[in-house]
């Protein structure tokens, strides 16, 4: 899923609700690894805490804590690395982090 994200501000946290599917089914997230990271503008990567809420229902939140992104624009990816060897990139998405006053 390529998606914009909504903008934040700089320091803010945030956190990202994901459902994967396999056509019009969720796609089961049972033993499976999901991993997620930023690449901002600099080339800076940081890796992002990501809990399974739902594993049957194929879904995962993304956290991103307060004040770990600096102004600027910055790329999400999540990927699934299912228990049979396959991986995919399920989440490809643009944050926004507007400079903040505070």
């Known amino acids: 899923m390529t998606r914009n994200l909504p903008p934040i501000h700089a320091g803010d946290s945030l956190v990202v609700a994901v459902t994967v599917a396999d056509g019009a089914a969720p796609l089961d997230l049972a033993g499976a690894s999901v ?14 805490q990501v809990a ?3 594993a049957a229902a194929g879904r995962f939140v993304i956290s991103l804590a307060a004040g ?9 990816q999540a990927r699934v690395a299912l228990p049979n060897g396959e991986a995919q990139t399920v989440t490809d998405a643009t944050l926004t982090a507007e400079r903040s006053i505070f």
């Open 35 to 48: 991993t997620a990271r930023l690449r901002g503008e600099t080339g800076a990567v940081l890796p992002l």
């Open 52 to 54: 399974v809420e739902d």
């Open 68 to 76: 770990a992104v600096t102004a600027g624009r910055w790329r999400l």
